[in-house]
Protein backbone atom coordinates (compact mmCIF):
# COMPACT_ATOMS: atom_id res chain seq x y z
CA UNK A 1 0.00 0.00 0.00
CA UNK A 2 1.29 3.52 -1.06
CA UNK A 3 1.54 5.95 1.42
CA UNK A 4 -1.29 8.04 -0.07
CA UNK A 5 -3.78 5.15 0.37
CA UNK A 6 -2.08 4.85 4.12
CA UNK A 7 -3.12 8.37 4.60
CA UNK A 8 -5.79 8.66 3.25
CA UNK A 9 -6.81 5.15 5.60
CA UNK A 10 -6.59 7.74 8.49
CA UNK A 11 -9.06 10.12 7.59
CA UNK A 12 -12.21 10.03 9.12
CA UNK A 13 -15.11 11.83 7.71
CA UNK A 14 -17.92 12.51 10.61
CA UNK A 15 -21.32 13.80 8.99
CA UNK A 16 -22.54 16.57 11.60
CA UNK A 17 -24.86 14.03 13.70
CA UNK A 18 -22.31 11.88 14.79
CA UNK A 19 -19.62 14.16 15.57
CA UNK A 20 -22.71 15.70 18.09
CA UNK A 21 -23.32 11.95 19.06
CA UNK A 22 -19.04 11.22 19.90
CA UNK A 23 -19.46 14.68 21.47
CA UNK A 24 -21.62 13.57 23.67
CA UNK A 25 -20.23 10.71 24.68
CA UNK A 26 -16.68 11.83 25.31
CA UNK A 27 -17.42 14.87 27.43
CA UNK A 28 -19.06 12.75 30.24
CA UNK A 29 -18.02 14.54 33.44
CA UNK A 30 -15.14 12.84 35.25
CA UNK A 31 -13.65 12.60 38.70
CA UNK A 32 -10.35 13.77 36.86
CA UNK A 33 -12.36 16.14 35.36
CA UNK A 34 -13.82 17.32 38.75
CA UNK A 35 -9.91 17.76 40.17
CA UNK A 36 -8.69 19.41 37.48
CA UNK A 37 -11.71 22.48 38.26
CA UNK A 38 -11.23 22.45 41.32
CA UNK A 39 -7.84 22.73 41.62
CA UNK A 40 -8.68 25.47 39.04
CA UNK A 41 -11.17 27.39 40.94
CA UNK A 42 -9.69 26.91 44.35
CA UNK A 43 -5.99 27.24 43.61
CA UNK A 44 -6.09 29.42 40.47
CA UNK A 45 -2.24 30.48 41.19
CA UNK A 46 -0.92 26.91 40.46
CA UNK A 47 -1.89 26.93 36.62
CA UNK A 48 0.36 29.81 36.14
CA UNK A 49 3.63 27.36 36.34
CA UNK A 50 1.30 24.91 33.72
CA UNK A 51 0.97 27.91 31.48
CA UNK A 52 4.36 28.64 31.69
CA UNK A 53 5.67 25.23 31.35
CA UNK A 54 3.01 24.73 27.85
CA UNK A 55 3.42 27.93 26.05
CA UNK A 56 7.04 29.29 26.89
CA UNK A 57 5.56 31.76 28.57
CA UNK A 58 7.29 33.85 31.90
CA UNK A 59 4.12 34.65 34.05
CA UNK A 60 5.13 35.74 37.59
CA UNK A 61 3.40 33.44 39.96
CA UNK A 62 1.48 36.29 41.32
CA UNK A 63 -0.06 37.34 38.05
CA UNK A 64 -4.27 37.42 38.44
CA UNK A 65 -5.95 34.70 36.92
CA UNK A 66 -9.37 35.67 35.87
CA UNK A 67 -12.18 32.68 35.84
CA UNK A 68 -14.44 33.04 33.05
CA UNK A 69 -17.76 31.32 32.22
CA UNK A 70 -17.03 27.62 30.94
CA UNK A 71 -20.79 26.35 29.79
CA UNK A 72 -21.78 27.22 26.44
CA UNK A 73 -24.86 26.07 24.29
CA UNK A 74 -24.45 24.82 21.34
CA UNK A 75 -27.88 24.95 18.78
CA UNK A 76 -28.26 21.66 17.08
CA UNK A 77 -30.21 20.99 14.12
CA UNK A 78 -33.09 19.73 14.98
CA UNK A 79 -33.59 23.20 17.17
CA UNK A 80 -32.48 21.81 20.52
CA UNK A 81 -29.21 23.25 22.34
CA UNK A 82 -26.87 21.11 23.63
CA UNK A 83 -24.61 22.04 27.12
CA UNK A 84 -20.71 21.97 26.92
CA UNK A 85 -18.72 22.40 30.14
CA UNK A 86 -15.07 22.46 29.15
CA UNK A 87 -12.61 22.03 31.59
CA UNK A 88 -10.88 25.68 32.01
CA UNK A 89 -11.14 29.09 30.47
CA UNK A 90 -8.98 31.72 32.01
CA UNK A 91 -7.23 34.51 31.65
CA UNK A 92 -3.93 35.91 32.86
CA UNK A 93 -3.48 39.79 31.62
CA UNK A 94 -4.83 40.30 28.27
CA UNK A 95 -4.70 36.26 27.04
CA UNK A 96 -7.66 33.71 27.59
CA UNK A 97 -6.47 29.81 27.42
CA UNK A 98 -8.78 26.67 27.37
CA UNK A 99 -6.52 23.63 28.84
CA UNK A 100 -8.54 20.46 28.44
CA UNK A 101 -7.73 17.55 30.88
CA UNK A 102 -7.79 13.88 29.21
CA UNK A 103 -6.94 10.90 31.24
CA UNK A 104 -7.25 8.86 27.84
CA UNK A 105 -7.14 9.50 24.15
CA UNK A 106 -10.39 9.20 21.53
CA UNK A 107 -11.05 10.69 18.73
CA UNK A 108 -13.07 13.48 19.30
CA UNK A 109 -10.81 15.64 21.27
CA UNK A 110 -10.31 18.13 18.97
CA UNK A 111 -13.82 18.08 17.59
CA UNK A 112 -14.42 19.05 21.20
CA UNK A 113 -11.60 21.41 21.25
CA UNK A 114 -12.39 23.55 18.35
CA UNK A 115 -16.76 23.64 19.70
CA UNK A 116 -15.16 25.14 22.97
CA UNK A 117 -12.70 27.62 21.31
CA UNK A 118 -15.62 28.36 18.49
CA UNK A 119 -17.66 29.34 21.46
CA UNK A 120 -14.89 31.31 23.29
CA UNK A 121 -14.44 33.27 20.36
CA UNK A 122 -17.99 34.69 19.95
CA UNK A 123 -18.11 34.85 23.14
CA UNK A 124 -15.81 37.81 22.70
CA UNK A 125 -15.88 38.63 19.31
CA UNK A 126 -16.85 42.34 17.74
CA UNK A 127 -19.02 43.31 15.12
CA UNK A 128 -17.83 46.58 13.36
CA UNK A 129 -20.21 47.90 10.91
CA UNK A 130 -19.83 44.54 8.07
CA UNK A 131 -16.61 42.78 9.82
CA UNK A 132 -16.82 40.25 12.74
CA UNK A 133 -13.54 40.00 14.52
CA UNK A 134 -13.09 36.44 16.76
CA UNK A 135 -10.02 35.88 18.80
CA UNK A 136 -9.47 31.89 19.80
CA UNK A 137 -7.85 31.33 22.98
CA UNK A 138 -4.21 29.65 23.95
CA UNK A 139 -5.56 26.16 23.93
CA UNK A 140 -3.73 22.91 25.31
CA UNK A 141 -4.30 19.28 26.49
CA UNK A 142 -3.32 17.62 29.62
CA UNK A 143 -3.01 13.93 29.12
CA UNK A 144 -3.36 11.95 31.87
CA UNK A 145 -2.64 8.75 29.94
CA UNK A 146 -0.25 8.10 26.83
CA UNK A 147 1.45 6.30 24.66
CA UNK A 148 3.80 6.05 22.09
CA UNK A 149 1.82 7.27 19.22
CA UNK A 150 0.22 10.02 21.47
CA UNK A 151 1.80 13.58 19.57
CA UNK A 152 3.39 16.61 21.17
CA UNK A 153 1.00 18.90 19.34
CA UNK A 154 -2.45 18.84 17.69
CA UNK A 155 -3.61 20.74 15.07
CA UNK A 156 -6.50 22.48 13.68
CA UNK A 157 -6.83 23.28 9.97
CA UNK A 158 -10.01 25.95 8.85
CA UNK A 159 -10.03 26.22 4.94
CA UNK A 160 -12.56 29.23 4.09
CA UNK A 161 -13.22 30.43 0.83
CA UNK A 162 -10.03 31.14 -1.14
CA UNK A 163 -7.74 30.41 1.61
CA UNK A 164 -7.08 28.78 5.38
CA UNK A 165 -5.34 29.29 8.52
CA UNK A 166 -4.82 26.80 11.24
CA UNK A 167 -3.48 26.77 14.66
CA UNK A 168 -1.59 24.15 16.93
CA UNK A 169 -2.23 22.52 20.39
CA UNK A 170 0.37 21.86 22.74
CA UNK A 171 0.17 18.58 24.79
CA UNK A 172 1.30 18.21 27.85
CA UNK A 173 1.78 14.36 28.79
CA UNK A 174 1.46 14.34 32.79
CA UNK A 175 3.20 11.16 33.12
CA UNK A 176 6.58 12.00 31.84
CA UNK A 177 7.06 14.09 34.81
CA UNK A 178 9.20 13.12 37.76
CA UNK A 179 8.65 14.40 41.34
CA UNK A 180 12.02 16.24 41.02
CA UNK A 181 10.53 18.12 38.03
CA UNK A 182 7.00 18.87 39.41
CA UNK A 183 9.15 20.60 42.36
CA UNK A 184 11.54 22.15 40.69
CA UNK A 185 9.41 23.36 38.13
CA UNK A 186 6.78 24.54 40.76
CA UNK A 187 4.18 22.61 38.66
CA UNK A 188 2.21 21.30 41.94
CA UNK A 189 -1.41 21.63 40.00
CA UNK A 190 -0.23 17.91 38.69
CA UNK A 191 0.80 16.41 41.81
CA UNK A 192 -2.84 14.49 42.56
CA UNK A 193 -2.46 13.22 38.86
CA UNK A 194 0.74 12.14 39.60
CA UNK A 195 -0.57 8.48 40.57
CA UNK A 196 -1.17 7.88 37.21
CA UNK A 197 2.92 7.06 36.53
CA UNK A 198 2.20 4.11 38.68
CA UNK A 199 -1.20 2.74 37.42
CA UNK A 200 -0.04 -0.13 35.48
CA UNK A 201 2.01 -1.61 38.95
CA UNK A 202 -1.36 -1.37 41.09
CA UNK A 203 -1.32 -5.04 40.90
CA UNK A 204 2.39 -5.80 42.33
CA UNK A 205 1.91 -2.97 44.93
CA UNK A 206 -1.87 -4.34 45.94
CA UNK A 207 -0.21 -8.09 46.30
CA UNK A 208 2.99 -7.44 47.53
CA UNK A 209 4.14 -5.13 51.13
CA UNK A 210 7.28 -4.69 50.35
CA UNK A 211 6.48 -2.72 46.82
CA UNK A 212 3.53 -0.96 48.19
CA UNK A 213 5.89 0.29 51.10
CA UNK A 214 8.13 1.74 48.23
CA UNK A 215 5.11 3.80 47.07
CA UNK A 216 3.93 5.15 50.25
CA UNK A 217 7.93 6.29 50.89
CA UNK A 218 7.52 7.86 47.30
CA UNK A 219 4.15 9.95 48.89
CA UNK A 220 5.46 10.60 52.29
CA UNK A 221 8.44 12.73 50.71
CA UNK A 222 5.61 14.95 48.59
CA UNK A 223 3.40 15.65 51.73
CA UNK A 224 7.31 16.24 53.70
CA UNK A 225 7.92 18.95 50.35
CA UNK A 226 4.51 20.49 50.74
CA UNK A 227 4.41 20.75 54.78
CA UNK A 228 8.08 22.70 54.13
CA UNK A 229 6.46 24.55 51.19
CA UNK A 230 3.97 25.96 53.75
CA UNK A 231 6.27 26.39 56.14
CA UNK A 232 8.23 28.70 54.09
CA UNK A 233 5.15 30.69 53.06
CA UNK A 234 5.51 29.41 49.59
CA UNK A 235 1.91 27.66 49.63
CA UNK A 236 -0.75 28.08 51.63
CA UNK A 237 -2.24 25.72 54.10
CA UNK A 238 -5.19 25.76 52.49
CA UNK A 239 -3.38 24.91 48.86
CA UNK A 240 -1.46 22.27 50.37
CA UNK A 241 -4.65 20.98 51.77
CA UNK A 242 -6.69 20.81 48.80
CA UNK A 243 -3.63 19.40 46.74
CA UNK A 244 -3.84 16.63 49.28
CA UNK A 245 -7.66 16.07 48.94
CA UNK A 246 -7.67 16.20 45.22
CA UNK A 247 -4.97 13.72 45.17
CA UNK A 248 -6.93 10.88 47.42
CA UNK A 249 -10.11 12.10 45.07
CA UNK A 250 -8.22 10.85 41.85
CA UNK A 251 -6.40 7.71 44.05
CA UNK A 252 -9.62 6.88 44.92
CA UNK A 253 -10.81 6.29 41.49
CA UNK A 254 -7.55 5.34 39.77
CA UNK A 255 -7.18 2.52 42.54
CA UNK A 256 -11.10 1.63 42.78
CA UNK A 257 -10.24 -2.39 42.34
CA UNK A 258 -6.68 -2.26 44.34
CA UNK A 259 -7.77 -1.56 47.97
CA UNK A 260 -4.93 -1.92 49.32
CA UNK A 261 -3.07 0.69 47.42
CA UNK A 262 -6.03 2.79 48.49
CA UNK A 263 -5.62 2.48 51.79
CA UNK A 264 -1.63 2.62 51.87
CA UNK A 265 -1.30 5.48 49.68
CA UNK A 266 -4.79 7.34 51.06
CA UNK A 267 -3.18 6.76 54.73
CA UNK A 268 -0.19 9.05 53.86
CA UNK A 269 -1.50 11.76 52.21
CA UNK A 270 -4.14 11.67 54.68
CA UNK A 271 -0.87 12.25 57.42
CA UNK A 272 -0.75 8.45 58.77
CA UNK A 273 2.43 7.70 57.98
Not at 181 to 193: A, D, G, M, R
Amino acid sequence: MDKKAKKAQKVKHLDFKEQIEETQVSGLNTAYDDVFRTLLNDCSNLIIPIVNEIFHTNYGEDEKVILYNNEFFLSQQNGNQVKRITDSHFGIGKVQYHLECQSTEDGTMLIRIFEYDSQIALKRGILEENILKVQFPQTAVLYLRHTETTPDTMKILIEVPEDSCSYEIPVLKVKNYTIEEIFEKNLLFLIPFHIFVYEKQFLKYDTKEEELKKLQCIYANIVLRLNEYTKEKRISEYTKSTILEMSRKVLKQIAKNYSKVRKGVGDVMGGKI
